[in-house]
């Protein structure tokens, strides 16, 4: 049974940092790319971040580039986004999901992905 199990989140002041994890399990984990999305209350989800950890290709959205991080420890088959100088605006749940893909290969269309989290909250107070 596939399952991504997202933790990290919270409440933070502007600014500040937050690491989420996305634990993944019954797959095999470098055939498949890992997204990070978001949704806020009243807005469409959308692509925050991606990876393949069989090559180690990233993406990022151009609103989070230079402030979050995505990394991959495939030994503990969990991938983790970085995220640092918080506004305001990154206030949502953020889920991840799973897609079998090629490496460097990562859809950012939400619908791409089959697997999904349940989702963790991130909150950042101006």
């Known amino acids: 049974e596939v399952q991504l199990v997202e933790s990290g989140g919270g409440l933070v002041q502007a600014g500040g940092s937050l690491r989420l994890s996305c ?3 019954g797959f095999t984990f470098d055939d498949y790319a890992i997204g990070w999305f978001r949704q806020a209350p009243g807005k469409e989800r959308e692509g925050v971040s991606g990876v393949t950890s069989s090559d180690g290709s990233t993406l990022y959205a151009d609103s989070v580039k230079g402030r979050f991080t995505i990394s991959s420890d495939n030994a503990k088959n969990t991938v983790y986004l970085q995220m640092n100088s918080l506004k305001p605006e990154d206030t949502a749940v953020y889920y991840c ?4 893909s090629s490496p ?7 619908q791409s992905y089959d697997y999904w989290g349940q989702g963790t909250q991130v909150t950042v107070s101006s």
Not at 97 to 100: E, F, G, I, Q, T
């Open 104 to 110: 460097g290969s990562i859809p950012f269309a939400a």
């Open 97 to 100: 999901a799973a897609v079998l």
């Open 23 to 25: 634990a993944a399990s």
